[in-house]
């Protein structure tokens, strides 16, 4: 006896609600000497969700141009900062019916790590205005959209806790660069001062540091600088970071 199977539809529309679906950048850079958040302004409007507030730059997934959320990531990034390929890391996922007035929504969230002196912002088209804040400033007073200012603060645990053992801090410089403006980095981001022998002992051994022949250092005499050996992927160290010693 022959049994039918049968046929399914594999283009069949779920018949059950589906959530919206975005992601989010936690765009980092060390401007003027302070770890800044790049954030977009919210258009303003009757139908607008948090109009005129400022949030994270994002939006949601284009199934015809993204294959994945990474490219998803990367595709926004690029609008906001005509960047191609900075430091980006999957920080995690968020999501609710109370999130977004307009319906049960999801975002999945990155962090990137970009130099000042590669960024043009673009504000866009679905933003009012694009500017830089001081993450600190901003974490005293978290008046983001949606649950933005819950997302940059997990960005920012995320950020200081790894820079504690990793070479992330490297990533957010123009190359070549020099020890002393590596350093200035990684204070600049732990909000603390280092100990200026042993992290100097500790960024050559690690051997993540390429020299690129000396230029102009902190003092106006001239400096070894450096790039990075693999621009994708951060270096892990043994041991955290020592305070400066009084």
């Keep these: ?7 399914t539809k594999t283009n069949r529309v779920p018949d059950f609600p589906r959530p919206f679906t975005t992601v989010d ?3 980092f850079s060390v401007v003027d000497a302070q770890l800044k958040v790049l954030l977009v302004q919210r258009p303003e409007g009757d139908k607008e969700p948090f109009p005129a507030l400022w949030a ?3 939006g949601f997934v284009n199934v015809d141009l993204d294959a994945d959320l990474e490219t998803c990531a990367r595709r926004k990034l690029k609008e906001k900062t005509s960047v191609d390929s900075p430091y980006l890391e999957q920080l995690g996922s968020w999501g609710g019916k109370a999130r977004d007035p307009r ?4 975002t999945h969230v990155y962090f990137a790590l970009i130099p000042s002196s590669d960024i043009t912002l673009a504000k866009g088209a679905n933003a009012a205005d694009v500017a830089w804040f001081e993450v600190d400033e901003m974490l005293d007073h978290p008046k983001l959209a949606f649950d933005h200012g819950e997302i940059l603060q997990t960005a920012v645990e995320r950020l200081r806790g790894k820079v504690e053992y990793t070479s992330l801090p490297a990533f957010l410089l123009a190359e ?4 002393p403006q590596l ?17 100097r002992t500790r960024m050559l051994a690690a051997q993540f540091l390429v020299e690129a022949g000396h230029v102009e ?7 070894m600088g450096y790039r990075l050996a693999d621009r994708n992927a951060a270096v892990v160290f043994p041991r955290t970071f020592s305070p400066r010693s009084a």
């Design 1 to 7: 006896m022959t049994v039918t199977v049968p046929r």
């Design 25 to 27: 950048v936690v765009i």
């Design 56 to 58: 994270l730059p994002g």
């Design 103 to 106: 319906g049960w929504s999801a």
């Design 176 to 179: 070549p660069f020099t020890l």
């Design 183 to 199: 350093q200035q980095v990684y204070e600049t981001v732990l909000g603390r001062p280092v100990d200026k022998s042993g992290f």
């Design 217 to 223: 250092g902190t003092s106006n005499r001239p400096a």
